[in-house]
């Protein structure tokens, strides 16, 4: 008879592999949500599939009440979302040293699955906005331990990045977090992404000017950096690449030695350092659960002039470089993007190795036309309207863009995917794709009236002669290269896409397709007065045939 306690040996031993696979299935990178280079374009993989992050940010407060959420769930859900963006907050996670309270993190995780909804998960540690409002009362009262930053005034309410006990505390509380994250999520896969720290930088001054920082801005510039510097001189940003220039290249020195002591500097200086911190964390959390993590930047307004006026050493646009260097362990460097110039942002931050993201933006008709764009034009693997309980109105674009999805992420990163964003002031574009020159222009009607205020789209080549469109207060043209050759609509359809197959509405034709009948000049132009024609700022889906014949017989 087999003694009781080599049943018990047996249980404890599968009960340790059993846990061991799980784990192991949990944090293999091949499992877990991940980045991966498709050749084409760099996509989030989540369950083995490409994923496109239809998202919206819920309010800085909102998560930290389940209740207060709670009715907000159905309407994320309906409006076709896909991914909601919540705040994990230091304070509510660890209120006293050591005692850690995920009851937060589990109401989201529970709620987002039974909506059906994906997370991303915002890690309010150290800083929000640059300022430290969400570390616990316990950082909070122990000025000593946990000292904050000292600026030419005095000590803003923002904890130094040049203390060992605040970076430890802080990677402390986030690896906890995320190795919760990884017990409670890592065979559901509800959480994609996280966000570390949210828009930091130092307010006040370019630089931090306690005896720490002081001490570092003395020490030789780290090696690290400075190979960094030396393997990418030919395509440094401008900002870093003047500064360091200006001092003659030199391999090595103080900061002062190698960038110059202008604000400029001290704010590259503070961008390393910043970088270096955060770096310390993420890395404690991708110990525990490897998933993607980002960092958000705030955008330099057109009223600021110098650093400090927004938070310097943030990941702006031109010290990215620094930051691409400080923190390997970060994947995303993510512009949020409220000014109106978002195609000239978007353009900054697209970067080798740095795939868009939008995090925070605006929602409205302006966010429609900005999502279009990011994910049309710059192959983002997603954006978020910041705000979105209750402003979801006037913003349609995710029931549109979902149903696109799998065809945007076939084409994302080919010559067959593009999207364009109008204005009164850039009212039209024009582009070849597919074999085709398309001009896209804001809407227009036979009688004088005032055009709309903006349009969008976004155009998918699916085949030979065939056209997806996508989009608001828009209309199309076509046209061939090729002299004395016109271009015709074969065919037009409004549609919808369900479950992947195009279910076609009605076929459009006469008014519907007409834009000009001048047609001395359009027989010149190789165009015979027709075009896509989307009339209001909801998108619709379209798709068009085409065909080509001898104008000139």
């Not at 087999?2 to 061991?20: S, V």
């Not at 960038?259 to 503070?270: I, Q, S």
Request: with cysteine.
């Amino acid at each position: 008879m087999i003694h009781a306690d080599f049943h018990r040996i047996l249980f404890l031993l599968f009960t340790h592999c059993l846990t061991a696979g799980l784990l192991q299935a949990a944090t293999d990178p091949a499992a877990v949500p991940h980045l991966a280079d498709t050749g084409q374009a760099t996509q989030l993989v989540v369950d083995g599939e490409p994923f496109l992050v239809l998202g919206g940010e819920l309010h800085n407060s909102t998560s930290s009440s389940r209740a207060y959420l709670e009715p907000f769930w159905p309407q994320l859900a309906e409006d076709g979302l896909n991914t909601v963006l919540a705040v994990v907050s230091w304070d509510l996670v660890e209120p006293e040293e050591g005692v850690y309270d995920f009851s937060m993190v589990d109401g989201l995780l529970e709620d987002a699955r039974a909506h059906d909804l994906k997370l991303v998960l915002l890690w309010f540690g150290s800083w929000k906005n640059g300022l430290s409002h969400y570390i616990p009362d316990w950082v909070k009262r122990d000025r000593e331990r946990f000292p904050f930053a000292r600026t030419r005034h005095g000590s803003p309410e923002i904890l130094s990045v040049f203390s060992e006990s605040n970076r430890e505390a802080d990677a402390r509380a986030y690896a906890a977090f995320m190795r919760h994250v990884r017990e409670v999520d890592g065979d559901s896969h509800t959480v994609i992404m996280v966000q570390v720290q949210n828009e930091v930088g130092l307010h006040g001054d370019s630089r931090d000017r306690s005896a720490p920082a002081d001490a570092a801005w003395a020490e030789q510039v780290p090696r690290e950096l400075m190979t960094y510097l030396q393997n990418n001189r030919d395509r440094l940003g401008k900002s870093l690449h003047e500064l360091w220039r200006g001092q003659g290249f030199p391999d090595r020195g103080s900061w002062a030695d190698v960038l110059g002591t202008g604000e400029a500097a001290e704010e590259a200086f503070m961008a390393w350092h910043y970088g270096r911190y955060i770096d310390a964390v993420a890395a404690a959390g991708k110990a525990e659960y490897p998933i993607p993590s980002f960092v958000n930047a705030w955008i330099v307004q057109p009223q600021d002039e110098h650093p400090g006026e927004y938070p310097a050493g943030g990941p702006q646009a031109h010290v990215l470089d620094l930051w691409e260097a400080a923190a390997p362990h970060i994947d995303l460097l993510c512009p949020d993007i409220y000014l109106p110039d978002f195609q000239e942002i978007c353009e900054q931050y697209v970067r080798p190795g740095n795939p868009l993201f939008v995090p925070e933006s605006r929602s409205g008709v302006q966010g429609m036309a900005q999502a279009f764009l990011a994910i049309g034009r710059f192959d983002a693997i997603g954006y978020s309207p910041f705000g979105i309980e209750g402003r979801l109105d006037g913003f349609s674009a995710y029931p549109v863009l979902a149903q696109l999805t799998p065809l945007i992420l076939e084409h994302q990163g080919t010559d067959r995917l593009y999207a364009v964003s109008l204005t009164r002031d850039n009212p039209s574009e024009t582009f070849s794709m597919g074999g085709y020159r398309l001009k896209a222009s804001l809407v227009s009607h036979y009688r004088p009236v005032e055009p709309p205020e903006r349009g969008y789209g976004i155009f998918i080549a699916t085949g030979e002669d065939e056209f997806l469109i996508a989009g608001g207060d828009l209309q199309v043209t076509f046209a061939s290269d090729e002299p004395g050759e016109t271009v015709g609509l074969a065919t037009v359809e409004e549609g919808v896409f369900e479950d992947g197959e195009w279910v076609p509405g009605r076929t459009l034709n006469g008014d519907e397709i007409m834009l000009s009948y001048a047609f001395d000049e359009l027989i010149q132009e190789g165009q015979t007065g027709t075009g896509v024609k989307m009339r209001g700022a909801s998108p619709q889906i379209q798709k068009a045939t085409l065909y080509r014949f001898n104008g000139s017989d």
